[in-house]
């Protein structure tokens, strides 16, 4: 299943600091905690604790929030099906690194051992 442009656009305009609480909820919903859910998007992302913060207060849509990021060399492991779209078949790049993250704060949810989802 291929995205479209209005999807696309969607996902690159959309900020970062109104997704994010739902990450926190989903996760700690699920008996994790927030830094764990730091742990994942720093891998991912390169970010730090106070750099996330900074993006968050800033306000930032997607498409800056990962022209900010040095995307992990290992990210391209991370594969399946997230939100009704398998991955490794997505062509827009800022729409695969979006759901790389939203594949990791799943599987952090779903219990999978911190080795596994930071693909060690």
Not at 18 to 47: C, D, M
Not at 54 to 78: M, P, R, S
Request: net charge positive.
């Amino acid at each position: 299943m291929t995205t479209t442009p209005e999807h696309d656009t969607r996902i690159a305009t959309m900020t970062f600091s109104s997704v994010y609480p739902h990450y926190i909820a989903k996760v700690e919903n699920k008996g994790r905690t927030k830094e764990e859910l730091h742990q994942v998007i720093s891998w991912l992302t390169g970010f730090n604790g106070n750099k996330l913060q900074e993006l968050i207060t800033k306000k930032v849509t997607f498409k800056v929030f990962f022209e900010e990021a040095k995307l992990n060399a290992h990210a391209d492991k991370i594969k399946g099906v997230i939100c009704g779209y398998r991955i490794e078949n997505i062509e827009t790049p800022l729409t695969k690194q979006v759901r790389y993250l939203d594949k990791l704060v799943d599987e952090l949810a779903k219990g999978r051992k911190m080795e596994k989802i930071l693909r060690t």
